[in-house]
Nanobody, 127 residues
Framework: QVQLVESGGGSVQAGGSLRLSCAAS????????MAWFRQAPGKEREGVAT???????NYADSVKGRFTVSHDNAKNTLYLQMNSVKVEDTGMYYC?????????????????????WGKGTLVTISS
């Protein structure tokens, strides 16, 4: 059974940094599309960043140049390094994984329901 567990959320002031982690277990697929989503209060869920098994990444325009997604294959852990955070980055952050998405990008993941999801970690950015 695949499990994704996020951690690293918390409260930080605008301009600061956070690193989120997503530990995957029971995931035996050699191919993957993994992603970070977020949902702010009262808003729809949105894709933030994606990475595939070849290391190709894609970002939402709102986080380009500030966030970096990476994956440690040995630890089977997905990361999201968040720098220069803004108040509008506040929200619940979820990681997701899917072995069957061929074109792993923000535009794709926002149109499909990925197979596996974590329960989320809360990020609060104060001004």
């Amino acid at each position: 059974q695949v499990q994704l567990v996020e951690s690293g959320g918390g409260s930080v002031q605008a301009g600061g940094s956070l690193r989120l982690s997503c530990a995957a277990s029971g995931y035996f697929y050699s191919t993957y599309c993994m992603a970070w989503f977020r949902q702010a209060p009262g808003k729809e869920r949105e894709g933030v960043a994606t990475i595939d098994n070849d290391g190709n990444t894609n970002y939402a325009d709102s986080v380009k140049g500030r966030f970096t997604v990476s994956h440690d294959n040995a630890k089977n852990t997905l990361y999201l390094q968040m720098n220069s955070v803004k108040v509008e980055d506040t929200g619940m952050y979820y990681c997701a994984a899917d072995p069957y998405i061929v074109h792993c990008a923000i535009a794709t993941i926002e149109d499909v329901e990925m197979d596996y999801w974590g329960k989320g970690t809360l990020v609060t950015i104060s001004s």
